[in-house]
């Protein structure tokens, strides 16, 4: 089965601090998706990256991929309280139609 | 809106009751799926259907059964609830394909005394 590691596990940053999240894989990813989960909610998808050496913004938010296809960053820069919550990267996986989680990165940011 | 719609949002269960919990999508995706989360172990997929009239197991399928009603609808059954079913319970839906973007609902948070 697909393994996904997150680090940290949680984070707790000043407001205005840069911040970054990673995901590594065991095995190649073909699609990796970032997640964000506030306190009590469902999920919301932020981005999704597929390409070796890809990197997509969203705001202050940035994800990219690595060229191996193994691991991701998300990175996070002037963090503000709106950004607290979870963060879960998860991936297709690549003998067909399951989808994994990683265990997720509890971010707090301190005003 | 309303995207992904959970029921209910909160129970609790003596060990050894069933019940059912309803995921309904207005977005017209083929793919459904439904995952239980708990502290330190992410979100893992239990059940998921790929298309209507299809359903797979996913990760941790042992004590749930899942129906495909509609393509609309996707509930999840606890046949005899067991204090290890403790966990908050999200459906999803995607259009699945080569982006495999998937959207929430908001959970049901489940307690087996």
């Known amino acids: 089965s697909q393994e996904l590691e997150q680090s940290p596990q949680s984070l707790i940053v000043q407001e205005g601090k840069n911040l970054t999240i990673n995901c590594t894989s065991s095995?190649?990813?073909?699609?990796l998706y970032w997640y964000k989960q506030k306190y009590g909610e469902g999920l919301i998808f932020l981005m999704m990256?597929?390409?070796?050496?890809e990197e997509k913004s969203h705001e202050k938010i940035t994800a990219k991929l690595d060229e191996k296809k193994q691991q991701s960053s998300l990175h996070i820069t002037a963090s503000q309280p709106s950004h607290a919550g979870i963060y879960l990267c998860?991936?297709?996986?690549?003998?067909?139609?399951?989808?994994?989680f990683g265990t997720g990165t509890s971010l707090t940011v301190i005003p | 809106n309303a995207g992904v719609t959970q029921t209910p949002k909160f129970q609790v269960l003596k060990t050894g009751q069933s019940m059912t919990l309803q995921c309904a999508q207005d977005?017209?995706?083929?793919?459904m799926y439904w995952y239980r989360q708990d502290p330190g172990m992410g979100l893992r997929l239990i059940y998921y259907?790929?298309?209507?009239?299809?359903?797979d197991k996913g990760e941790v399928p042992n004590g749930y059964n899942v129906s495909r009603l509609n393509k609309r609808e996707f509930s999840l059954r606890l046949e005899s609830a067991a204090p290890s079913q403790t966990s908050v319970y999200f459906c999803?839906?995607?259009?699945?394909?080569?982006?495999?973007?998937?959207?929430f609902g908001a959970g049901t948070r489940l307690s087996v005394l």
């Open positions: 990256l597929q390409k070796g050496g």
């Open positions: 999803a839906s995607s259009t699945w394909g080569l982006l495999n973007i998937q959207y």
């Open positions: 977005m017209n995706h083929n793919s």
């Open positions: 259907s790929a298309s209507e009239g299809t359903t």
């Open positions: 095995k190649t990813l073909y699609g």
């Open positions: 998860g991936a297709d996986s690549n003998t067909g139609n399951q989808f994994y």
